[in-house]
Every structure is written in structure tokens, then in C-alpha cells.
């Protein structure tokens, strides 16, 4: 398999600097050039979490399709649990796939697979399940994880006032993306905000560089969504945690179209200089499931616990 090399390269060192960004902001962990491909779907499991179906609604490029009809399959999950019974079930899908060159070609593996609704609609009829569920006296809970029950929260955006375009990246002709985390108050503002990872695309240059251009797009997005304002609704607004009021959401830089928007680039593979994928402070290890800038398209949020949870992890970062 070999994903074409589609990357420029850009001489907009002095561009930065001229721009106020600092050495300092690079940050300590290293960053990563490599190709990716977004893959969306609905995946169905049965109550022993085996694979029952799955559907990969996405185009798929020469060479992916049987890669990725093989591979799922096999996946197993905690099985869901209804009433304390193991009940079939149904969730959106996103597979992330990346590619490195190796040995004159190309190594293939699994980025990341996410199990969360990512459209109004999804989150709608998740929230329905559950206040079916509630209707009833019976809690909808993961195996293995009892008295942890999910809540499926329906966030919409209020207010998104869209950030500017860094004018240094833009006269560089610089592309980008930023994945905003956002802890939100239950009135739905933001209380605290973090830029978790973020990633230039088709472009190269030195790694320093590069790396003080992605700080500065992420400075970009943070000062816009601090004041942000979401709708929150959910079951029981009482009993919401961090985990519950927390949303990703990427802020796309794509020349003529800086902010939050559906992106073109899905669906086919791109270059990304992609930076460290950081912790969410105020996540436990538990519940700060990893999410990456590759993994949701402009628009997109994420919010809320999923209750699908992959028997083994090792499936992240496999070769396929």
C-alpha cells in the first residue's frame, strides 16, 4: 500500500518570528509527520461484545476496504449492560488510520477507534435510550465497571464567536488544526479550556519551526472559546461530572475558511505535523479516553462517557 506524499514545503521562518512567536513555546514531547485517513461507520455488538455487524459508510482508497473488513471483526468489547443484563448494541464508529514510511513503503496501523456519537442526531437518540432506560428503573451500565452508569449529555453550540487567523500563517499560506477540550459549567460557559493536540497540514520544515507554528494556532483557538457558550441537556443535570460537561471539538485553519467547519479533507488521506497528544487535567486516567486532532472533522463534537469500551487496547497502535 502507499498513500501518496502530498506535502509542500514552506519558508515561513521569518514569518513566525515577525509574528511574536517564541522559542519557549515549543513544546517538550516529540511531534510526528505522518499520514492519515478518518474512516466513519456504525459497528453493533453482541451481549458478549463480539462483533455482530459493522458498516463503514466512509469511501474508502485502493487497498483499505479489505484491510479493515478483516481487522474488525475480531475487536471484542465489555459488553453492555441494561438492568444488569448483557443486551446487543449499537454505536457510531471512527477509525483513524495512519501510515509512516518504512523500508521503501509504507506501515499502516490503527491510530485510533472512537465509539462516540459525533451528530445532534446521534447524541439525540443515545439520550433517548437512556431515558428509556431510566422510564424503566434500569440503569445502563459497561461490564466489569458496576455503579459507574453512563449519561449520554446533548450539547449544541450557543455561541461560537470564530477565531482569527494567526496573520504569519496566513501570509505562509499555513494550514492547521487544533482540538479544543472544554470543560463547560451546566449553564453551558466555558470553565476551563485546553488545546490537547494539534497539527499543521501539508507542510514540512525543522521541527522547532514547526512546532512554534502550531502554538500559535493554538493560542488562536483558546482565546476564542473561552467565551464560548453551549445548551447542555441530559437526564438528571444534578448528577453531572467533569467527565459529563466535558467536549472536543477541533477548530480548523484552512485557507479561506479559518474556524469551525465541515471539513474537505475527510476521507482521504493527508500529512499531518502533529504534536503531542496531552492529558486532560481534570479527567481521571479513566475517564480521559484518547482522542486525537486526526480523530473528528470540523464541527464535530464529542461530549459526554461512551459506554463501548475495547477488551483490549493493544488494538490502538496495531499494524494492520
Given at each position: 500500500m502507499g498513500p501518496q506524499k502530498i506535502f509542500t514545503t514552506l519558508a515561513f521562518a521569518a514569518l513566525l518570528t515577525s509574528s511574536g512567536a517564541r522559542a519557549a513555546d515549543a513544546p517538550v514531547s516529540k511531534s510526528e509527520s505522518v499520514l492519515t485517513l478518518r474512516l466513519n461507520g456504525q459497528l453493533t455488538i453482541d451481549p458478549e461484545g463480539r462483533v455482530k455487524s459493522f458498516e463503514i459508510r466512509s469511501e474508502l482508497p485502493p487497498g483499505v476496504?479489505?484491510?479493515?473488513?478483516?481487522?474488525?471483526?475480531?475487536?471484542?468489547?465489555?459488553?453492555?449492560?441494561v438492568g444488569g443484563k448483557p443486551v446487543t448494541a449499537q454505536s457510531p464508529m471512527s477509525i483513524t488510520l495512519a501510515a509512516t514510511e518504512a523500508d521503501g513503503g509504507y506501515r499502516v496501523r490503527v491510530d485510533n477507534v472512537v465509539f462516540r456519537p459525533n451528530t445532534k442526531e446521534d447524541y439525540e437518540q443515545a439520550l433517548?435510550?437512556?431515558?428509556?432506560?431510566?422510564?424503566?428503573?434500569?440503569?445502563?451500565e459497561v461490564a466489569g465497571e458496576s455503579g459507574r452508569a453512563t449519561q449520554p449529555v446533548v450539547i449544541s453550540h450557543k455561541r461560537l464567536t470564530p477565531p482569527s487567523y494567526p496573520q504569519g500563517m496566513l501570509m505562509g499560506g499555513v494550514e492547521g488544526i487544533v482540538l479544543l477540550v472544554l470543560r463547560l459549567n451546566p449553564d453551558g460557559t466555558v470553565a476551563e479550556a485546553m488545546?490537547?493536540?494539534?497539527?499543521?497540514?501539508?507542510?514540512?520544515?525543522?521541527?522547532?519551526m514547526l512546532d512554534r507554528a502550531r502554538k500559535m494556532l493554538e493560542r488562536s483557538a483558546l482565546s476564542a472559546a473561552r467565551g464560548w457558550t453551549f445548551n447542555v441537556d441530559t437526564v438528571n443535570p444534578a448528577l453531572l461530572t467533569a467527565a459529563d460537561l466535558t467536549v472536543r471539538t477541533p477548530v480548523e485553519y484552512v485557507l479561506g475558511r479559518p474556524g469551525m467547519k465541515d471539513s474537505t479533507l475527510a476521507g482521504k488521506w493527508r500529512q499531518e505535523f502533529r504534536g503531542p497528544n496531552l492529558r486532560v487535567p481534570w479527567l481521571s486516567e479513566q475517564a480521559d479516553r484518547r482522542i486525537g486532532v486526526s480523530d473528528l472533522a470540523g464541527g464535530e463534537f464529542l461530549a459526554g462517557t461512551t459506554r463501548f469500551r475495547l477488551a483490549d487496547e493493544g488494538i490502538i497502535g496495531s499494524t494492520l
Open positions: 476496504q479489505g484491510i479493515v473488513e478483516r481487522a474488525v471483526p475480531k475487536w471484542t468489547f465489555a459488553p453492555i449492560l433517548d435510550a437512556q431515558k428509556q432506560a431510566a422510564a424503566l428503573g434500569m440503569a445502563i488545546a490537547s493536540q494539534s497539527s499543521l497540514l501539508n507542510v514540512k520544515g525543522r521541527t522547532e
